[in-house]
């Protein structure tokens, strides 16, 4: 009878713990990993990991590794390895084209325009986070927050130079700083009103800026180089060149750039309160959005709420553009921000695909981000959230990224922005005036970066 | 017993001479564990250099880009850095200006600054300690302190200048004229290693010489032009090629600088950046894997030239040390 009974026993334990494998092994089975690296650390990885948590609650079948302070490099030499992560994120969108073109990060157009869980992009993001997002036709990234060009100035500065608001247009830019600019009685330059020099507060001025200001087209629709036929370039280059002249050399350009190239020399940090922008060296200051974090924190803690004490009594406006163009141009901008992409060797395409949707579009997400980062979120209902938090100074930022007439130049098979490297390049040898012929350089800065896509297409 | 062949020791191999000194016979150790305390080296030198070569060579007949597999294209990139790159020809113009004003004058420097070192009597150790001392600084920290002290706005160099009445002095770094100097001028500063070399040199010429002619009434001109040059010459030898060598593949010291002030004229650009550029900033590693081995190619040729030379003005005091 005992002996019954222990058969019996042992026979319901065998059983119990057979189902139970069973069962752990089915959910293990049904259960996929999806691996995200991102550039994010301390409190803006905090932000995404508890996105990531929502995410994972709301799809049980779903656990994702998601590993911080991971640059794109790293990300690229394990795409390369073949162990890359199923989703990784790139600060800024010089590669994209690159990523697109070679199938480092996979071709999204289906799954977007998938009439179930797809995303109705138009409707979704603004106008230029779709333009940084696609390269030829292959739209293989998704957005992440934006980072918007702007225009600085200080207000008392200006106020001093008789001046209630800022500058509009390039004219009136040149005309202020005109009156902005003060000299030494060695003759050095005490205060710049605006620089327009390329190499300038670390990456601050770039021929990107002018050409925005100037309305300038990088590419014709057909993707091939426009820097040669676009009359506008040729007029922000003299643009630039007329004002070193005037502003600082008293119509003279040779002496201008020596004094300009001397303040230069003598900047303070861009990254601290004792840059040019923050102790008044520099009237007006174009740079990007985040810097509104430095510029409202007396800690030099990057914290942007409140805002209410700043070392600096400062105000933000759209680049001032030419006259010309104003009624086109004004208030909108060519900007960029954080994209992110499938890459190459996912095998799990469907599951990495609800979650990158997740991450480029959880409102949640992209204001609490936003909010911590100070960068703007990159969804329209996120940008019309009621818990996006921020100063009044702000504002113009969030205007520039809704604007519908803001946009990113096309985005071609080039690697790390090697085509703005390009006309960076020019600029530095216009500006140092090196260069004479100015048409003639743009043209052939085209012919390269043309000879830069057509060997990358082969 | 040694035998003696000229100045130079050689181990005695006469037969019966004692072997109980001789360590061959005394060592009985496997092959097998020999091999074994070898393999490490071995496998890191395959995993690590050897196959490492080997790729690279394959990979500059390739377009690769990293992601994709390299495709075979032939001769195209050593075609396109010859007729289709003005990248390659800026890098290569700096890289040869920078060698063909480094070397002399570095060999010229450590010279004057070893021999200088060869004076004095009193404090000699602290001379020597303080001249050698830049040279162990490392060469970022080294050439951000440039960068620094360099500034025209605020630096002290050409605060220097201004006061003993230089009206317009250089922009060193931020001028594309003045920004290859100002990398030389950190060369220099950091000669103490090469001036370690010149030191032994100067120190290894036989006193009896300069007493001879001394004797034979040279002045101190003529002792260094006809006693202490000819027996320094194969350390001049030596840091020639090894400065040729090192000039091609110039790349920390340009590198920091021209981050530090934004070089986008590319007066700082040299053939090591070029590499770099098209290897990590264009992904094209194929490109790169090419340009890689034409440097190969220019420093053993110029090594070579260097060394065919030697016969007609370097002295071994026992021959040539590449007979």
Same mark, same amino acid.
């Given at each position: 009878?005992?002996?019954?009974?222990?058969?019996? %026993?042992?026979?319901?334990?065998?059983?119990?713990?057979?189902?139970?494998?069973? *069962?752990?092994?089915?959910?293990?089975?049904?259960?996929?990993?999806?691996?995200?690296?991102?550039?994010?650390?301390?409190?803006?990885?905090?932000?995404?990991?508890?996105?990531?948590?929502?995410?994972?609650?709301? +799809?049980?079948?779903?656990? *994702?590794?998601?590993? /911080?302070?991971?640059?794109?490099?790293?990300?690229?030499?394990? %795409?390369?390895?073949?162990?890359?992560?199923?989703?990784?994120?790139?600060?800024?969108?010089?590669?994209?084209?690159?990523?697109?073109?070679?199938?480092?990060?996979?071709?999204?157009?289906?799954?977007?325009?998938?009439?179930?869980?797809?995303?109705?992009?138009?409707?979704?993001?603004?106008?230029?986070?779709?333009?940084?997002?696609?390269?030829?036709?292959?739209?293989?990234?998704?957005?992440?927050?934006?980072?918007?060009? /702007?225009?600085?100035?200080?207000?008392?500065?200006?106020?001093?130079?008789?001046?209630?608001?800022?500058?509009?247009?390039?004219?009136?830019?040149?005309?202020?700083?005109?009156?902005?600019?003060?000299?030494?009685?060695? /003759?050095?330059?005490?205060?710049?009103?605006? *620089?327009?020099?390329?190499?300038? +507060?670390?990456?601050?001025?770039?021929?990107?800026?002018?050409? +925005?200001?100037?309305?300038?087209?990088?590419?014709?629709?057909?993707?091939?180089?426009?820097?040669?036929?676009?009359?506008?370039?040729?007029?922000?280059?003299?643009?630039?060149?007329?004002? %070193?002249?005037?502003?600082?050399?008293?119509?003279?350009?040779?002496?201008?750039?020596?004094?300009?190239?001397?303040?230069?020399?003598?900047?303070?940090?861009?990254?601290?309160?004792?840059?040019?922008?923050?102790?008044?060296?520099?009237?007006?200051?174009?740079?990007?959005?985040?810097?509104?974090?430095?510029?409202?924190?007396?800690?030099?803690?990057?914290? @942007?709420?409140?805002?209410?004490?700043?070392?600096?009594?400062?105000?933000?406006?759209?680049?001032?553009?030419?006259?010309?163009?104003?009624?086109?141009?004004?208030?909108?901008?060519?900007?960029?921000?954080?994209? @992110?992409?499938?890459?190459?060797?996912?095998?799990?395409?469907?599951?990495?695909?609800?979650?990158?949707?997740?991450?480029?579009?959880?409102?949640?997400?992209?204001?609490?981000?936003?909010?911590?980062?100070?960068?703007?979120?990159?969804?329209?209902?996120?940008?019309?959230?009621?818990?996006?938090?921020?100063?009044? *100074?702000?504002?113009?930022?969030?205007?520039?990224?809704?604007?519908?007439?803001?946009?990113?130049?096309?985005? @071609?098979?080039?690697?790390?922005?090697?085509?703005?490297?390009?006309?960076?390049?020019?600029?530095?040898?216009?500006?140092?005036?090196?260069?004479?012929?100015?048409?003639?350089?743009?043209?052939?800065?085209?012919? +390269?970066?043309?000879?830069?896509?057509?060997?990358?297409?082969? | 017993?040694?035998?003696?062949?000229?100045?130079?020791?050689?181990?005695?191999?006469?037969?019966?001479?004692?072997?109980?000194?001789?360590?061959?016979? &005394?060592? &009985?150790?496997?092959?097998?564990?020999?091999?074994?305390?070898?393999?490490?080296?071995?496998?890191?030198?395959?995993?690590?250099?050897?196959?490492?070569?080997? #790729?690279?060579?394959?990979?500059?007949?390739?377009?690769?880009?990293?992601?994709?597999?390299?495709?075979?294209?032939?001769?195209?990139?050593?075609?396109?850095?010859?007729?289709?790159?003005?990248?390659?020809?800026?890098?290569?113009?700096?890289?040869?200006?920078?060698?063909?004003?480094?070397?002399?004058?570095?060999?010229?420097?450590?010279?004057?600054?070893?021999?200088? $070192?060869?004076?004095?009597?009193?404090?000699? &150790?602290? =001379?020597?300690?303080?001249?050698? $001392?830049?040279?162990?600084?490392?060469?970022?920290? !080294?050439?951000?302190?440039?960068?620094?002290?360099?500034?025209?706005?605020?630096?002290?160099?050409?605060?220097?200048?201004?006061?003993?009445?230089?009206?317009?002095?250089?922009?060193?770094?931020?001028?594309?004229?003045?920004?290859?100097?100002?990398?030389?001028?950190?060369?220099?500063?950091?000669?103490?290693?090469?001036?370690?070399?010149?030191?032994?040199?100067?120190?290894?010429?036989? &006193?009896?010489?300069?007493? #001879?002619?001394?004797?034979?009434?040279?002045?101190?001109?003529?002792?260094?032009?006809?006693?202490?040059?000819?027996?320094?010459?194969?350390?001049?030898?030596?840091? !020639?090629?090894?400065?040729?060598?090192?000039?091609?593949?110039?790349?920390?010291?340009?590198?920091? !600088?021209?981050?530090?002030?934004?070089?986008?004229?590319?007066?700082?650009?040299?053939?090591?950046?070029?590499?770099?550029?098209? !290897?990590?900033?264009?992904?094209?590693?194929? =490109?790169?894997?090419?340009?890689?081995?034409?440097?190969?190619?220019?420093?053993?040729?110029?090594?070579?030239?260097?060394?065919?030379?030697?016969?007609?003005?370097?002295?071994?005091?026992?021959?040539?040390?590449?007979?």
């Amino acid at each position: 009878m005992l002996k019954k009974r222990l058969i019996a %026993i042992f026979a319901i334990s065998a059983l119990t713990v057979a189902g139970q494998v069973a *069962v752990t092994a089915s959910s293990e089975a049904a259960t996929k990993t999806i691996t995200v690296a991102s550039p994010w650390h301390d409190g803006g990885l905090e932000i995404w990991n508890a996105a990531i948590a929502r995410f994972e609650k709301a +799809n049980p079948g779903i656990n *994702v590794i998601s590993k /911080g302070n991971q640059d794109m490099a790293k990300s690229l030499a394990d %795409i390369n390895a073949g162990t890359g992560p199923d989703i990784s994120v790139a600060n800024g969108p010089g590669n994209v084209g690159w990523f697109c073109a070679t199938g480092a990060w996979k071709n999204l157009n289906k799954l977007i325009n998938s009439p179930t869980t797809g995303i109705k992009i138009k409707d979704v993001f603004p106008a230029a986070v779709n333009d940084y997002t696609i390269s030829q036709g292959n739209r293989c990234a998704l957005p992440f927050t934006t980072e918007p060009i /702007g225009m600085f100035y200080n207000k008392d500065l200006l106020l001093k130079a008789g001046f209630a608001k800022p500058p509009t247009t390039t004219e009136e830019l040149l005309a202020y700083s005109k009156k902005l600019t003060t000299f030494d009685a060695n /003759g050095d330059i005490k205060t710049a009103g605006f *620089v327009p020099w390329v190499g300038y +507060n670390d990456y601050g001025f770039t021929a990107n800026d002018l050409g +925005n200001m100037f309305g300038a087209k990088w590419y014709k629709a057909d993707g091939t180089p426009a820097l040669g036929s676009d009359p506008q370039w040729v007029k922000a280059f003299n643009w630039q060149r007329t004002f %070193i002249a005037q502003v600082f050399g008293g119509g003279d350009f040779a002496k201008g750039k020596t004094k300009l190239l001397k303040f230069v020399a003598g900047a303070g940090s861009p990254w601290g309160l004792n840059g040019d922008f923050p102790t008044g060296r520099a009237a007006i200051w174009i740079d990007a959005v985040w810097m509104i974090g430095l510029f409202c924190d007396p800690t030099e803690n990057w914290v @942007m709420m409140p805002c209410n004490k700043p070392p600096v009594n400062f105000g933000v406006a759209p680049m001032p553009v030419v006259g010309a163009l104003k009624s086109s141009l004004y208030g909108a901008a060519r900007y960029g921000g954080n994209t @992110m992409g499938i890459g190459r060797d996912t095998k799990n395409v469907a599951e990495a695909w609800k979650l990158i949707k997740f991450l480029a579009t959880d409102t949640q997400l992209q204001v609490d981000f936003a909010n911590y980062a100070t960068q703007p979120p990159s969804t329209i209902a996120a940008l019309n959230s009621k818990d996006l938090v921020y100063p009044a *100074v702000y504002k113009p930022f969030i205007d520039i990224v809704k604007n519908k007439r803001s946009g990113y130049h096309k985005i @071609m098979f080039v690697a790390e922005h090697l085509d703005e490297d390009e006309l960076n390049n020019l600029m530095a040898a216009w500006q140092a005036g090196t260069v004479s012929n100015i048409s003639t350089a743009l043209k052939d800065a085209s012919a +390269n970066i043309a000879t830069i896509i057509a060997r990358n297409s082969k | 017993m040694p035998l003696s062949k000229g100045n130079v020791l050689v181990p005695s191999r006469k037969r019966g001479a004692s072997t109980s000194l001789n360590p061959r016979r &005394k060592l &009985k150790v496997p092959y097998l564990f020999i091999f074994l305390c070898m393999l490490p080296w071995i496998l890191g030198f395959i995993l690590f250099t050897a196959y490492p070569v080997a #790729a690279s060579f394959y990979e500059s007949f390739t377009k690769f880009n990293l992601v994709e597999s390299p495709k075979w294209i032939g001769l195209e990139n050593f075609h396109r850095m010859f007729f289709d790159d003005p990248d390659f020809w800026k890098a290569i113009k700096n890289t040869l200006w920078i060698s063909v004003i480094s070397i002399p004058l570095r060999i010229a420097f450590a010279t004057f600054t070893a021999w200088i $070192l060869t004076k004095p009597t009193r404090g000699m &150790k602290f =001379y020597r300690t303080l001249f050698f $001392l830049p040279a162990m600084v490392p060469t970022v920290a !080294a050439t951000l302190s440039f960068t620094y002290i360099f500034n025209p706005a605020y630096g002290t160099i050409n605060s220097i200048l201004e006061s003993i009445g230089i009206k317009n002095p250089p922009f060193w770094f931020m001028d594309p004229h003045w920004s290859k100097w100002g990398l030389i001028l950190l060369g220099l500063w950091g000669i103490g290693d090469t001036m370690i070399i010149y030191l032994a040199g100067l120190l290894d010429v036989p &006193k009896s010489l300069y007493e #001879a002619a001394s004797l034979e009434g040279a002045n101190s001109w003529q002792e260094f032009r006809y006693v202490t040059m000819p027996l320094i010459t194969p350390v001049i030898f030596f840091s !020639a090629v090894t400065g040729i060598i090192g000039s091609f593949q110039y790349f920390t010291q340009a590198y920091v !600088a021209s981050g530090q002030v934004r070089d986008y004229s590319h007066s700082m650009y040299f053939y090591a950046t070029h590499i770099y550029t098209e !290897a990590f900033r264009a992904y094209e590693m194929g =490109y790169a894997s090419a340009l890689a081995w034409v440097l190969l190619v220019i420093t053993l040729l110029c090594t070579l030239v260097m060394l065919s030379t030697q016969k007609r003005w370097v002295h071994y005091p026992n021959g040539s040390l590449f007979k």
